[in-house]
């Protein structure tokens, strides 16, 4: 991987905050966001899953886009 010197530096300070190795730190920050994308996915599934639920529930929170008699966005 290659950084600029004041990217590097920026990285260096975060590592040091959390009291990391740099190594340590660039490697718990990819885990990071891998288990990030995979709460992504996970909270997008079940708002899916929920959508039809909610919008009957609260017909007025549902966006024009989404509506049943297809009305375009504004």
Known sequence: ??????ELEGVRAAAAAEGKSLKQYL???GVREM????FVA???AWADRL???FDEAFP????V???ADGAAAA
Request: glycine share 4%.
């Open 1 to 6: 991987m290659s950084f600029s010197d004041e």
């Open 27 to 29: 490697h718990d920050l």
């Open 35 to 38: 288990h990030r994308k995979q």
């Open 42 to 44: 996970g909270a997008v």
């Open 51 to 53: 959508r039809d639920e």
């Open 60 to 63: 007025e929170e549902v966006p």
């Open 65 to 67: 886009s989404r509506h």
